[in-house]
């Protein structure tokens, strides 16, 4: 029986305007080589500066995993050949990073624990190589991006734990604004370290699995990996200590390099970059970009409003998702006060959003991110609620207000009157709709109490929901149900 340890090395793009240590323009999807200067280009004599904001930020994300920051911290020279960085070194942090000693819990259904986090880097990101046939293409524009490292303890066991410490902290950098988090695009990727061992014999070979561009691909590659290993040690060979690279034609591992050792770099101190020393005015600007984090949230709408753990969970997906739950939650409890409970009205506004607002955002190929935009505001997604709550809006016509406010833009109110949507409760009238119904379907009527004499459920459960539904289509959908379900009994009880 094998133990297996895993830890990651995640980089994410920060998303500061201009690059780390120049002022070239930091954006995905330019004209290749159009953002490049001689600083990052690595022409001689030039001097780096450092970009604050990309060192605030990346201070946030440490925070957040509860890192340490340092009294003081400084860059390092990385000594490499990278064909697609043009001075062959890399301006990083090794000897006393901005962020150290953190950790960060990860949840769900089959998974709790903690992961420690080893520590946070701050450093230039290559620049980027495209191969076609036998010839490399360079695009630049990368090179100089700040880019965030963050390395965690070997304490996850399986591909699965690898696979949700990604997206949860995905979820994270977004949530904090620091990076889009958009692993198809680069600006998030992940390395993965991978031993087994013995039961009770600790760290084996180490092997590394580089440039993973998705969760799911951390997953698999991971638990390709363990079980290569296993099979090696069963047959008595040794682990080889390099770096793979997925194949995700192949589903399967492959050999890319032998694995260096840090020695092998010669980090020295980086001589044109004063040391960092945060100040007072720092430290504050770095908390004032703290949020409730994911995780925290989630729990927290489980606790407050006893929604389950998968409604919790996708409501937090996306902090905008979460913010226009908790304003329209607002609205509603204060609209519906004596009529829902505080949980009821939770859970009726969770799954307006998870099925509906989701929808029509879908409708609109818009982002979950883009949500704050919608013309059904928060306001008026609480009016909906709160109308049909109080009877006066019926859940079909509630769905039809609802795209109609997206479509003209008005609140439901407005919507509701001009287009004569509002509920019937009058029995009254309710009533001279159904006389149409029953004179037009009286033979309907005896047949279902005649069913209901003969003890025939399922046969009268069938004619009594087609009466309301006819009931309901005399009155376009407007007669409350549960008065159109009654008077359709005790006409149904008096017909001849």
């Known amino acids: 029986m094998y133990e297996t340890f895993i830890g990651l090395e995640v980089?994410?793009?920060?998303?500061?305007?201009?690059?780390?240590?120049?002022?070239?323009?930091?954006?995905?999807?330019?004209?290749?080589?159009?953002?490049?200067?001689?600083?990052?280009?690595?022409?001689?004599?030039?001097?780096?500066?450092l970009n604050k904001e990309a060192m605030r930020m990346g201070c946030t994300v440490a925070r957040a995993l509860n890192c340490r920051i340092p009294e003081r911290t400084w860059f390092d020279r990385k000594q490499?050949?990278?064909?697609?960085?043009?001075?062959?070194?890399?301006?990083?942090?090794?000897?006393?990073?901005?962020?150290q000693e953190g950790w960060i819990e990860?949840?769900?259904?089959?998974?709790?624990?903690?992961?420690?986090?080893?520590?946070?880097?701050?450093?230039?990101?290559?620049?980027?190589?495209?191969?076609?046939?036998?010839?490399?293409?360079?695009d630049y524009n990368r090179a100089g991006v700040a880019l965030l490292e963050i390395v965690t303890e070997p304490d996850m066991c399986s591909g699965e734990e690898a696979e949700l410490f990604i997206q949860q902290l995905r979820r994270l950098v977004r949530y904090l604004g620091v990076c889009d988090g958009n692993m198809e695009e680069g600006s998030l990727r992940a390395d993965a370290n991978i031993s087994i061992n013995n039961a009770g014999s600790g760290l084996g070979k180490k092997v590394e699995i580089k440039n993973l561009n998705s969760s799911r691909f951390v997953r698999l590659g991971l638990n390709y990996?363990?079980?290569?290993?296993?099979?090696?040690?069963?047959?008595?060979?040794?682990?080889?200590?390099?770096?793979?690279l997925w194949n995700e034609n192949r589903d399967r591992t492959e050999v890319m390099r032998t694995k260096e050792n840090a020695n092998d770099y010669r980090y020295f101190p980086e001589p044109d970059l004063p040391v960092f020393i945060p100040d007072a005015a720092f430290i504050d600007s770095v908390e004032a970009g703290l949020v409730e984090l994911p995780l925290e949230r989630v729990?927290?709408?489980?606790?407050?409003?006893?929604?389950?753990?998968?409604?919790?969970?996708?409501?937090?997906?996306?902090?905008?998702?979460?913010?226009?739950?908790e304003a329209a939650l607002a609205?509603?409890?204060?609209?519906?006060?004596?009529?829902?409970?505080?949980?009821?009205?939770?859970?009726?506004?969770?799954?307006?959003?998870l099925t509906d607002i989701k929808h029509l955002i879908n409708r609109e190929k818009q982002e979950l991110s883009a949500i704050g935009a919608l013309k059904l505001t928060p306001a008026r997604l609480a009016a909906i609620i709160s109308l049909t709550a109080r009877g006066e809006l019926s859940s079909k016509n509630a769905k039809q207000t609802a795209f109609a406010i997206m479509s003209e833009d008005k609140d439901a109110e407005v919507i509701i009157k001009e287009k004569g949507w509002a509920q019937i409760s009058d029995p009254a009238i309710i009533g001279q709709a159904l006389?149409?119904?029953?004179?037009?379907?009286?033979?309907?009527?005896?047949?279902?109490?005649?069913?209901?004499?003969?003890?025939?459920?399922?046969?009268?459960?069938?004619?009594?929901?087609?009466?309301?539904?006819?009931?309901?289509?005399?009155?376009?959908g407007r007669a409350n149900p549960e008065i159109a379900g009654k008077l359709v009994a005790e006409r149904m009880a008096c017909s001849d």
């Open 299 to 325: 729990r927290r709408f489980k606790r407050d409003w006893a929604l389950n753990g998968d409604h919790a969970d996708a409501l937090c997906e996306e902090k905008a998702l979460a913010d226009y739950f």
């Open 435 to 476: 006389e149409k119904v029953y004179a037009a379907e009286q033979k309907t009527f005896k047949d279902a109490r005649d069913a209901q004499a003969a003890g025939n459920a399922k046969r009268f459960t069938t004619l009594n929901a087609y009466l309301v539904g006819k009931l309901l289509a005399e009155t376009h």
């Open 225 to 244: 990996e363990r079980e290569r290993q296993g099979v090696l040690l069963d047959e008595g060979k040794e682990i080889i200590q390099e770096t793979r």
């Open 80 to 99: 490499y050949f990278y064909p697609d960085m043009t001075k062959n070194y890399q301006i990083s942090q090794f000897a006393n990073p901005l962020g």
């Open 331 to 353: 609205a509603v409890i204060t609209q519906t006060k004596g009529l829902l409970s505080d949980q009821d009205a939770a859970q009726k506004t969770a799954n307006w959003i």
């Open 106 to 138: 990860i949840e769900d259904r089959n998974i709790s624990k903690r992961v420690r986090i080893r520590e946070c880097h701050l450093e230039e990101d290559a620049g980027k190589m495209m191969h076609t046939g036998t010839v490399s293409l360079l």
């Open 11 to 49: 980089h994410i793009h920060l998303l500061t305007k201009t690059k780390v240590f120049c002022g070239c323009r930091a954006a995905f999807g330019d004209e290749p080589n159009s953002n490049i200067c001689p600083v990052c280009m690595g022409y001689p004599g030039v001097l780096p500066s």
